[in-house]
């Protein structure tokens, strides 16, 4: 688990003031974000909704994602 992972895991718990708050916000246990600060990971499946909260890009919560491709714009290609 990278270092960087659990500084930026205390980063979004300290926008909301504490892991309580940020569960609350997200209407999840407090349990499952001491569990993203064990793992130092954040899921992938919250990062955009904490990135709108926070400012924080999702490249910075998550970088095992290619959020790159996700950003992409315009039309799919097949």
Known sequence: ??????????????????AVKLAKALNITAQAIHCWKSKGEIPRARCIEIEKATGIACERLNPSIDWSYLRREGPARN
């Not at 688990?1 to 504490?18: D, Y």
């Open 1 to 18: 688990m990278s270092h960087k992972q659990k500084t930026v895991v205390n980063e979004v718990i300290a926008v909301f003031g504490t």
